[in-house]
């Protein structure tokens, strides 16, 4: 009998201890070509347990787990986060396993002046709940735990993999209903996004309570600071539940205002400098209260609706300070752009994040239900079209050390609906898409690089007495810019690319770098300086009060009387292709655009300056607009966009855009300003009124991927770029003066890897089977006329494995045809010449 327990001990012992790899996944090496994700996260409310019994719970969890397991094979670690209430569930909790459990069994707001189920038939759901279930089951905190323990136990069944379960934190009122936050302390509302006073501040202090609670079992003293209450509370619950991390939803821990464009420093009409140093004392405060309570735990983070700078010039969010927790994972993409369309501000809040992190850790999310609000965003608001898919996860961030570093973390927001259902459709749809944007996940810079002021932006708030609009106004003209399609996706601190230029001089070869005016004598202004005279492309925009003399002699610019105010707009370049044109008349607010125009060419007599944009008012005009290249430069160049926001603050959440069809775009000048470069991107459509598409174009094993989103189906896109005509995979394009046009669907993702010097012509590419041993790529050009090609091979290619054939096929017995080497100032790649019929390349 010994020997026999002694057996089952070791049998037991070698399976605990195996890899999950090992155990359940053989092929999880080899898995997304080396892109795997650290952790990937469902997040579920608790109302797919319809019932409060532990097999149906059992049941439920392992369904959980199986519908997404195609994506969680390509996961080192899988964690659930459970929308368990609306965070009150910390505040309430005493310690008793026993104590009734209030949890979101609601489908609306339960926190408004009419009960659940009550009121006339016309009232929103914002405006009152209904309940899930005609008898939704009762739950205990005892309760709570077992479906924590239960989760991991099922989860490490499924899918091998270590389990982690987290708990979430909501400011507002939405999920469940709090007497505690809307009843018995009131004092800590602040917020306005639901509502006046109805979200918490983190920085909020509680008044005495007589009444017990798991940390505070005498009570809590008066002035006591909710960030010592809320971690002293989480620390007790997160522990006793079995919970591994926390999520802060909704703006929490980021100041007060997390879905508006103004907040405590900006209000909308003018920014309040003197309240900036204690709004950042308070917001550090929180986290310091909350830290010395609850030092371990790992504290997942939603953010807001915004980005760092503007966060930092209206609300007093000091991203700089926060990254300082060295256990925190920093905000994710923000879901809103599946509600209002603003993908510009949802990929600029993404990127601005990222420049710099506590580690090397981030986060992409994805909005597939909606648990609360009768919406699931995957069905319905996104129609099925994965474009919320490609365009943020054609994002990447460079490092210090020169590194291409993708999101290690992916959470899919969720994977039930509002009535607690968990369709199958939703997962076998959204799966291949997340898997295919991976799979294409850059591994080098983008053609366009937004070199980020994150550390400037944060010193400059500080230390300086009016640069706070400035601070603001960049992240919004990059926001409109990208809603305007300038194709955006790779983003590296100024820091970070200072330390990356010194080490690895010609990383930037094949990009253009976009960044704002460096401060005079400044180690970035002499690092941009050297970048152009060696070769380098650099796109900068931003007004140039603060740039020193080397820097305004390298644009040839001065700054004069600063002007704003509604201008007549000259562009001197081809800008999109409309019936109805683009307005001549442009409004410059300084108060959202960094301050008056005030920019004009220094030297008008120098021949390598090149006017593009001016602005005129009255019988004055401002340069907005130039180009300048030098013959000692070597081949670098560097364009100016002074910029204007065009778009101002109506009293809504956001700052509106002018209306195109009154007022000229400002920061379409971004977008045209990339001729300059040879990179045309242009949009032909009806009017003014017809939205422009967001795209991005990312480089990925030597290809170009181009990935966007159509608001409107109707535009057709014209493409050339330095080495001619891209042509998208599986597409047919008729040239038209050397571009390739596409009229394209609302999403998109196609790769380019073949590029066509022609003028006109109806020209395809395809992809072709191997059909041949060794060979695993081959690609088909048809409709050449005299044509010169580009093909970018994979990586690796070299001359002795690639082949071109002209006019040939299977079994590529004849037509063979020589090539040679491009310019290596456009990347590696290979070049046919006077090319006439089909081309088709393998390697």
Not at 753 to 781: M, P, W
Request: glycine share 8%.
């Amino acid at each position: 009998m010994k020997i026999k327990i002694l057996l089952l001990f070791f049998l037991l012992a070698g399976f605990l201890t195996k890899s999950p790899a090992q155990s359940r996944d053989p092929y999880a090496l080899s898995t997304l070509k080396g892109k795997p994700f650290n952790n990937i996260t469902l997040e579920v409310s608790l109302k797919p347990f319809k019932k409060n019994d532990k097999a149906y719970i059992r049941e439920v969890a392992k369904e959980m787990f199986v519908q997404w397991h195609a994506l969680l094979r390509h996961a080192d670690t899988v964690s659930v986060m459970l929308w368990t209430s609306d965070g009150s569930e910390i505040l309430d909790y005493k310690g008793a396993a026993n104590q009734p459990l209030e949890w979101a069994r609601y489908m609306g707001n339960p926190n408004t002046e009419h009960a659940v189920n009550s009121g006339p038939k016309e009232l929103s759901i914002h405006e009152r709940a209904y309940l899930y279930l005609e008898n939704p089951p009762k739950f205990t905190y005892g309760d709570l735990k077992f479906i924590v323990q239960t989760l991991k136990e099922e989860g490490y069944k499924v899918t091998g993999k270590p389990i982690r379960v987290g708990e979430t934190f909501d400011p507002g009122p939405e999920f469940a209903k709090s007497d505690f936050k809307y009843k018995k302390h009131r004092e800590i509302l602040g917020g306005s996004a639901m509502g006046h006073n109805t979200m918490v501040s983190c920085y909020s202090v509680l008044n005495a309570d007589s009444e017990a609670y798991a940390g505070f079992p005498k009570g809590i003293p008066a002035n006591t600071p909710f960030g010592t209450f809320l971690g002293r509370q989480s620390k007790h619950f997160l522990k006793d539940m079995g919970f591994d991390f926390i999520w802060l939803s909704n703006g929490f821990g980021y100041g007060i205002e997390g879905w508006s464009s103004t907040g405590a420093i900006f209000n909308g009409k003018g920014f309040d400098q003197a309240k900036l140093e204690d709004t950042k004392d308070k917001i550090a405060g929180f986290w310091k209260y909350f830290r010395a309570e609850c030092p371990d735990i790992q504290i997942q983070t939603r953010g807001t609706n915004l980005s760092a700078g503007s966060d930092l010039a209206r609300d007093g969010v000091n991203l700089k300070a926060i990254y300082k927790d060295k256990n925190l994972l920093p905000p994710p993409n923000s879901p809103w752009a599946a509600l209002d369309g603003d993908f510009g501000l949802e990929m600029v809040g993404y990127m601005s994040r990222m420049a710099e992190l506590p580690d090397e850790r981030y986060l992409f999310r994805f909005y597939t239900h909606d648990p609360w609000w009768l919406n699931s965003p995957w069905l319905d608001r996104y129609g099925r079209e994965p474009h919320d898919i490609y365009l943020p996860m054609s994002v990447s961030r460079i490092n210090k050390k020169g590194e291409i570093k993708l999101p290690s973390h992916l959470s899919l927001l969720s994977i039930d609906d509002s009535y607690g259902n968990m369709p199958t459709q939703v997962p076998d749809e959204v799966t291949p898409n997340i898997l295919k944007a991976r799979y294409d996940a850059p591994t080098a810079p983008g053609p366009l690089v937004w070199v980020y002021p994150f550390d400037e932006y944060h010193d400059w708030a500080y230390r300086y007495k009016d640069r706070l609009p400035e601070i603001y106004y960049g992240d919004w003209l990059i926001r409109q810019a990208i809603n305007n399609g300038f194709p955006l996706n790779t983003i590296i601190s100024t820091g970070s690319f200072q330390n990356v230029i010194k080490d690895k001089p010609a990383f930037f070869k094949e990009s253009i770098l976009v960044a704002t005016v460096p401060d005079a004598n400044s180690p970035m202004e002499k690092a941009l300086i050297s970048f152009v005279r060696n070769g380098g492309k650099l796109m900068i925009y931003g007004p140039a009060d603060h740039a020193g003399k080397d820097f305004l002699a390298l644009l040839n610019i001065k700054n004069t009387t600063r002007l704003e105010g509604e201008f007549q707009i000259l562009p001197s370049f081809k800008g999109d292709l409309l019936s109805v044109h683009y307005p001549d008349r442009i409004q410059h607010s300084a108060l959202f655009s960094g301050g008056g125009v005030s920019t004009e060419v220094s030297d008008m007599g120098d021949q390598y300056t090149k006017i593009l944009t001016r602005m005129q008012q009255n019988d004055q005009s401002r340069d907005v607009v130039l180009a300048r290249q030098l013959p000692e430069w070597n081949g670098g160049k560097v364009v100016y966009v002074r910029g204007t926001n065009s778009s101002k603050f109506n009293g809504g959440k956001l700052l509106n855009p002018d209306d195109p069809s009154k007022l000229f775009t400002g920061p379409l000048l971004l977008r045209y300003s990339l001729n300059e470069f040879g990179i045309t991107s242009l949009i032909e459509k009806e009017n003014p009124g017809v939205k422009n598409p967001v795209m991005t174009i990312s480089r990925s094993n030597n290809a170009f991927i181009f990935s966007g989103y159509n608001p409107n189906s109707t535009i057709t896109n014209h493409f050339k770029f330095p080495q001619g005509a891209p042509l998208l995979l599986g597409l047919e394009t008729k040239l038209d003066q050397g571009n390739s046009v596409y009229t394209l669907p609302t999403s998109w993702n196609r790769e380019c890897r073949i590029f066509i010097e022609q003028n006109d012509g109806i020209v395809s590419c395809k992809e072709l089977h191997s059909g041949q041993k060794d060979i695993t790529k081959r690609y088909q050009a048809s409709g050449l006329k005299n044509a010169t090609i580009r093909i970018y091979a994979a990586d690796d290619i070299t001359p002795e494995n690639f082949n071109a054939y002209i006019n040939s096929d299977y079994p590529w017995k004849t037509g063979k045809i020589a090539f040679k080497m491009g310019d290596p100032k456009l990347g590696k790649h290979f070049v046919v010449e006077n090319i006439t019929g089909n081309l088709t390349v393998s390697w």
